[in-house]
């Protein structure tokens, strides 16, 4: 039998043992390359992994001062990354890394990544159409790639940027007089841009397509399931910008009363979308009666008729959801309840202004 002091003594070496030795670190958790990279806290921003991950974004800049989309610039670039998709607005690209690289530039006071951001601005800058529309794409690459797009909000996203960089509040504190002077002429060119391009019907304002003709301003063709037509999507982030205007003109007032109410005439009202299974098994969606239900809306309307437009990669126009190619049903958006919040709060609010 062992002895009560052999005992006490291991009991206190095994004592000693946890109190003096380190706890395990926990292995750093990957941070997403996502918009929600811009809610960090402020001194995070100044840590060593933000730094890696601003690194590599300063990695995938083009020459010309742009980013690619659908890419996770945190990461260091790949060997085989595919060149067609730099030099865009679409999908958050640019915008996205701007923001990110100047909430860096203020925190750590590295002159690098304010000059990798003075970089993009010169070039968002230089992007921006003479009529104050900006392409999906720049340098320009050819067919819908050129539209003045609001598409995805792509346009909508940097004028936000723009203007918040024309404040020179923070993080855009570092950027120059001259650089904030021109940001702020940019927004007030694209603001006039949207003017202009709103869609009228025998001299009635409406709202807008997802993409512009850059030469004329008519509603224009994108992708073959793209239509001209009148936008129940990109239309609400065209109206939220607006609202945000401070001390805004009769002209935007008059825009933002005109789309509100298409808006509240072109619900699709007690209907709702549904998920359901195929006599196949196969999963699909629907459009279901549903008394009560929210409202809905359509992405597309036509432009003389205002009904919802469903169209397939036939490019052939439907009334129906139904009418279309299931592979489009699942993998398009063509409904959704995009004005819903800008009619329920944010219009009461901006009236209340």
Sequence with gaps: MMSRQWLGAAAAALLLSSISAPPALAAEAPVAWEAAILNRAADWYATPAARRIADNVIRHQSPEGGWPKNTPLGDPPRADADPGLANTFDNQATTLPLAFLARMATATGDPAYAAAFQRGLDYTLAAQYPNGGWPQYYPLRGDYHDHVTFNDDAMIRVMRLLRDVSTGREPYGFVGTAQRARAADAVQRGVDL?????????GRLTVWCAQHDAATLEPAWARRFEPPSLSGSESVGIVRFLMEIDRPSPEVVAAIEAAVAWFQASAIRDTRLEAFTDAEGRPDKRLAPAPGADPLWARFYDLKTNAPVFMGRDSVPHANLASIERERRLGY??????????LNDLDPAWRSR
């Excluded at 949207?194 to 025998?202: E, F, S, Y």
């Excluded at 958006?333 to 800008?342: D, E, N, S």
């Design 333 to 342: 958006t063509y409904v959704g309840a995009w004005p819903g919040a800008l």
């Design 194 to 202: 949207i003017l202009r391009a709103q869609v009228r019907q025998d």
